[in-house]
């Protein structure tokens, strides 16, 4: 079992950024696959980008360039660091964590870009 928090999200400016992060409970959190989504209102819930064991990332390709995703494994965290925020960027973000036909979400956190 694994659980995730997430934290970081809140209201910037356009152009702004914000770092989120997201910490894991349990045990081999480095062997899981850790990815963030995000939910805007009316709309689907989206893959914005992930990290795998090995360091492998993958974005979106409307973030590639603005979002960065690292994760510390001493630490069991995973971060998603976010630069030159656009309005199109409000969602809640979620942080998920999978290995084989698991997976485990946290509660999600608010972004907000606006003027």
């Known amino acids: 079992q694994v659980q995730l928090v997430e934290s970081g999200g809140g209201l910037v400016q356009p152009g702004g950024s914000l770092r989120l992060s997201c910490a894991a409970s349990g045990s081999m959190f480095n062997t899981y696959l850790m990815r963030w989504y995000r939910q805007a209102p009316g709309k689907q819930r989206e893959l914005v980008a992930e990290?795998?064991?090995?360091?492998?990332?993958y974005y979106k390709d409307s973030v590639k360039g603005r979002f960065t995703i690292s994760r510390d494994n001493a630490e069991n965290t995973v971060y998603l660091q976010m630069n030159s925020l656009q309005p199109e960027d409000t969602a809640v973000y979620y942080c998920n964590a999978a290995r084989g036909p698991t997976a485990f979400w946290g509660q999600g956190t608010q972004v907000t870009v606006s003027s």
């Open positions: 990290v795998s064991s090995s360091n492998y990332t």
